[in-house]
């Protein structure tokens, strides 16, 4: 049997008992955390599981997922994947390969940036469509995730960008101010009204509704997204503005 677990998006009190019971009964425990930065303590996780979990890497589940799945052939293998594991994750591709090797297969949800956002008072029935903003490397600068921004604005529907894992608002704003210059679709700019949010769903959460020009001047750490609203039921928009109001408030305390 091959177990997927979500570990959920705050620590590792966030997986659920019916993700500790499969772990326990497991003959093996990985963990991948390479698709997104979870803020727990495998230790911790381990002794709570009796037994230790082995992390894997990007090539192991990718390159090389044909012999990760036919190790769960007669034997009951758990994979722990940080929030949930076919939300903002995917690895529907690691059941394909269960499927085709007749390895039967559980998938255990969690909680996901994809319902957390609900914290900022926007409704999630009224997101489009959602992207990752990609860190730009030498030869390597992607802007597809840009589209989504087209797309979302021209329908009224609030954008979700997922930032890398270690990008903070700041830069994920600066990426998209740079491809906005160069493509000048107006999907946001110095004035546009955004959420940042660090940490949501957990204790740490931080959000922030602000113009870009402000939110430049304060970043907000990793694990981060940022969400450009579209139109607005009047309980989203009372709800931003409140947003706003605790920020000044806090400001000169």
């Not at 959920?8 to 326990?24: K, M, N, T, V, Y």
Request: proline letters at 4%; a positive charge.
């Amino acid at each position: 049997m091959l177990y997927i677990i979500g570990l959920g998006i705050g620590d590792e009190s966030d997986i659920s008992q019916r993700g500790l019971d499969a772990c326990r009964k497991a003959d093996e425990v990985c963990a991948e955390l390479y698709t997104a930065r979870w803020q727990g303590d495998l230790r911790k996780l381990g002794k709570a599981i009796g037994k230790g979990i082995k992390v894997l890497e990007r090539q192991d589940l990718e390159d090389r997922s044909e012999k990760f799945v036919k190790g769960a052939k007669g034997k009951d293998v758990a994979l722990l994947v940080p929030g949930d594991p076919l939300s903002a994750t995917t690895h529907i591709n690691l059941l394909m390969e269960a499927r085709h090797e007749k390895i039967p297969f559980t998938v255990i949800h969690s909680s996901s940036i994809m319902t957390a956002i609900a914290e900022t008072g926007l409704n999630i029935y009224n997101f489009g469509k959602t992207a990752t903003v990609v860190r730009p490397q030498e030869g390597y600068a992607p802007t597809s995730f840009y589209e989504a921004g087209i797309i979302n604005k021209r329908s009224g529907m609030h954008t979700l960008f997922l930032l890398d894992v270690d990008m903070d608002t700041r830069l994920g704003l600066e990426i998209l101010l740079e491809i906005e210059k160069k493509r000048k679709r107006g999907v946001l700019g110095p004035d546009t009204n955004v959420v940042a949010a660090s940490g949501i769903g957990t204790r740490k959460s931080i959000i922030r509704y602000d113009k870009v020009r402000n939110l430049l001047k304060q970043p907000l750490r990793p694990p981060a997204v940022l969400i450009i609203p579209g139109r607005r039921h009047f309980v989203e928009r009372e709800w931003l503005d409140s947003l706003k109001e605790r920020i000044r408030f806090s400001e000169h305390m």
